[in-house]
T-cell receptor, first 112, second 113 residues
Framework: DQQVKQNSPSLSVQEGRISILNCDYT??????FLWYKKYPAEGPTFLIS?????DKNEDGRFTVFLNKSAKHLSLHIVPSQPGDSAVYFC???????????FGKGTKLSVIP | GAGVSQTPSNKVTEKGKYVELRCDPI?????LYWYRQSLGQGPEFLIY????????DSGLPNDRFFAVRPEGSVSTLKIQRTERGDSAVYLC???????????FGPGTRLTVL
C-alpha cells in the first residue's frame, strides 16, 4: 500500500510557464514533507520541505503548498527553466522513525 | 565540501554471489541511511544508523541483507546469495543528526545476472 502517491508519471511544460507537481498521502500521521529532485545517474537532491503546521513554504522559484484536509501537497515552479527537467520525488518521514517514504516520482520536462 | 560518495558506481554479479557496497558519508554526519530504488519506483528505505549502531533495520527485505558501520563513518551494505530481484540502484544518504535533511550519494547500480 503506497502511503505517498504521485499519480502523474510525467509532465511537460513550456519554458517560462508554471510547473505544478502533485503528491497525495494516506497516512495522517505524516507531519513533515520534502521534495527531492533527481537527475539521471545522480542521487536525489533536497529541494524544499514543509511542516504540517504551515500551508505554504517558498524558496525562490519553488513553492510547496500543503492541504492537510485533502492530504495533498503540490510543488510549484515559476518560471520553469530547462534545467528544472528532472524527476521530482515527494517524501515524508515515517512516524516515530527517520526513514523517508517516497512517491514513485514525476518526470518533469521543460521545453525551451 | 565533498558530498556522499558510493563505490562502486556499477556492479554486475552472478546469481548466488556475495556483494559489498560501500558508502562514505559527508564528514561529520552522524546519521547514515540506505535505500534501494527499483526501476520506475521511488527509493525504498532499508536501514539507518546513528553512529555505529543500526537504529532501524526494518526495511531490510530478508536476512541475506546486512549492513555495518563499525567506526561510525563509512558503511558497507552486504548482500549474500544475490538474486535477480536484488537488481536495483542502492542509494546511501547521510545527515548531520537523525531527523536532519538527508543528502544522497549517486548510488550503486547493482545488476544480478
Amino acid at each position: 500500500d503506497q502511503q505517498v502517491k504521485q499519480n502523474s508519471p510525467s509532465l511537460s511544460v513550456q519554458e517560462g510557464r508554471i510547473s505544478i507537481l502533485n503528491c497525495d498521502y494516506t497516512n495522517s500521521m505524516f507531519d513533515y514533507f520534502l521534495w527531492y529532485k533527481k537527475y539521471p545517474a545522480e542521487g536525489p537532491t533536497f529541494l524544499i520541505s514543509i511542516s504540517s503546521i504551515k500551508d505554504k513554504n517558498e524558496d525562490g522559484r519553488f513553492t510547496v503548498f500543503l492541504n492537510k484536509s485533502a492530504k495533498h501537497l503540490s510543488l510549484h515552479i515559476v518560471p520553469s527553466q530547462p534545467g528544472d527537467s528532472a524527476v521530482y520525488f515527494c517524501a515524508a518521514p515515517w512516524a516515530g522513525s527517520y526513514q523517508l517514504t517516497f512517491g514513485k516520482g514525476t518526470k518533469l520536462s521543460v521545453i525551451p | 565540501g565533498a558530498g556522499v560518495s558510493q563505490t562502486p558506481s556499477n556492479k554486475v554479479t552472478e546469481k548466488g554471489k556475495y556483494v559489498e557496497l560501500r558508502c562514505d558519508p559527508i564528514s561529520g554526519h552522524t546519521a547514515l541511511y540506505w535505500y534501494r530504488q527499483s526501476l520506475g519506483q521511488g527509493p525504498e528505505f532499508l536501514i539507518y544508523f546513528q553512529g555505529t549502531g543500526a537504529a532501524d533495520d526494518s526495511g531490510l527485505p530478508n536476512d541475506r541483507f546486512f549492513a555495518v558501520r563499525p567506526e561510525g563513518s563509512v558503511s558497507t551494505l552486504k548482500i549474500q546469495r544475490t538474486e535477480r530481484g536484488d537488481s536495483a540502484v542502492y542509494l546511501c544518504a547521510s545527515s548531520l543528526i537523525l531527523g536532519d535533511t538527508q543528502y544522497f550519494g549517486p548510488g550503486t547500480r547493482l545488476t544480478v545476472l
